[in-house]
């Protein structure tokens, strides 16, 4: 006589696939959501301001200063990030990753 469809399954496996399964669509979830930016401001550059400078003492304490200058440049259409003009407005944006 046959055994039945119940019987046949091996539960173990079904438990370690539907929990693999629960895994990548929590890290899917969880790595997929925007960052959050806490704070945007403008500054007006003064003279002998660097990007470098301005990000390092704007960003939070878990930011990336080297992330932070990314974002400002690509924010503010910048290409070259050591050629500040005084008297420009630049706009930093605080990102807090979630």
Known sequence: MKKSIVRRI?????????LLLCCLVYG??????PAKVVKS?????QAG??????CSEAKLPEQDVREL???????NGLKDAGKLEP???????LIRRN
């Open 10 to 18: 091996k539960w173990g496996n079904v438990l370690i696939t539907g």
């Open 28 to 33: 899917g979830y969880r790595f997929s959501r």
């Open 41 to 45: 401001y403008d500054y007006t550059v």
């Open 49 to 54: 301001d660097t990007l470098w400078s301005v």
């Open 69 to 75: 200058v990314y974002h400002t440049m690509q924010d």
């Open 87 to 93: 008297g420009r407005i630049i706009t930093i944006k």
